[in-house]
């Protein structure tokens, strides 16, 4: 065990199994285990045989303690950071003392495991290659519609996680702004005993949990299927890689390069910058 290291602990995201065999050496051999709420970890921890102590970090004292542990590990220290459930950071407090640490020289160790976002996406059969994880959507539905509409065109898979208690009016929102036809997977309670991974539409998703309360209970991850990109025109994302590479390459180059990074045909990018070219 290193010292003077801040080592960002996985935790499972339901069956306890999941936990790996190196997230447990470190959770023992640390001084110190920042959690999110200790009426979830301690349990859990204890079920693992890990009595390490345990200090509160969460949204509400996160900026507070920041410093103090900053100094403790900067002095030789080693303390783990987990969250309630998966990977720390991820739509999870951890932001602030990642950084501190990261400013103040201290080593920040990754300790790798499950995730909900990779756990969903992986089995969701909705293409991996470019997806925009976008966390919890807005509490309002106001929010969320404005939320959903700057992504509406968007091209890529499209990754929200949510709650049990807002998981109907997400899904309805869904629906009103991306379309009821748009195809959709959610799933639920992963790794779990309940587990359920639906692949359908954003219509016939918000038919069934609506009609059904139990599935309403649990934690979310809503996959949507990015927007089908109209073959003859470009969106203002890939236009705008497309004009600042034309600026410092050649036509074909600028063209070829935006292809690899938009996803964009080649031969459409080119056509492109020949008018940008011409318009100049």
């Not at 969250?83 to 990754?110: H, K, N």
């Amino acid at each position: 065990m290193d010292k003077g290291c801040l080592y960002i602990v996985a935790m499972p995201i339901g069956n306890r199994d999941d936990i790996t065999e190196r997230a447990k050496q470190v959770l023992s051999a640390v001084e110190l285990i920042a959690v999110e709420d200790t009426r979830h970890s301690r349990p859990l921890l204890q079920a693992l045989g890990i009595n390490t102590p345990l200090l509160a970090l969460h949204e509400h004292n996160e900026l507070k303690l920041v410093n103090r542990l900053v100094e403790q590990l900067s002095a030789g220290g080693t303390i783990a950071l987990i969250s309630d459930a998966g990977t720390p950071l991820i739509s999870d407090p951890g932001f602030p003392l990642v950084r501190a640490c990261q400013q103040a020289g201290v080593r920040v160790v990754p300790v790798p495991g499950a995730s909900a976002l990779i756990c969903a996406l992986s089995a969701a059969g909705l293409p991996t290659d470019r997806f925009l994880f976008e966390g919890f959507p807005a509490r309002t539905s106001s929010a969320r519609c404005d939320q959903f509409t700057r992504l509406k065109d968007a091209g890529m898979t499209l990754v929200f996680y949510e709650s049990s208690h807002r998981i109907v009016h997400s899904l309805t929102d869904m629906a009103a702004i991306f379309g009821v036809e748009r195809p959709a997977v959610m799933a639920r309670e992963l790794t779990k005993l309940h587990e359920t991974i639906v692949s359908s539409t954003l219509g016939e998703l918000v038919t069934l949990v609506s009609g059904d309360p139990n599935q309403q209970k649990g934690e979310f991850v809503i996959l949507v299927a990015g927007a089908v990109q109209d073959t003859q025109t470009l969106d203002p994302e890939a236009l705008r890689i497309l004009a600042i590479l034309a600026e410092a390459l050649p036509t074909k180059k600028a063209a070829a390069l935006a292809a690899k990074i938009t996803g964009v045909k080649k031969n459409l990018l080119y056509q492109q910058a020949l008018e940008l070219q011409q318009a100049e």
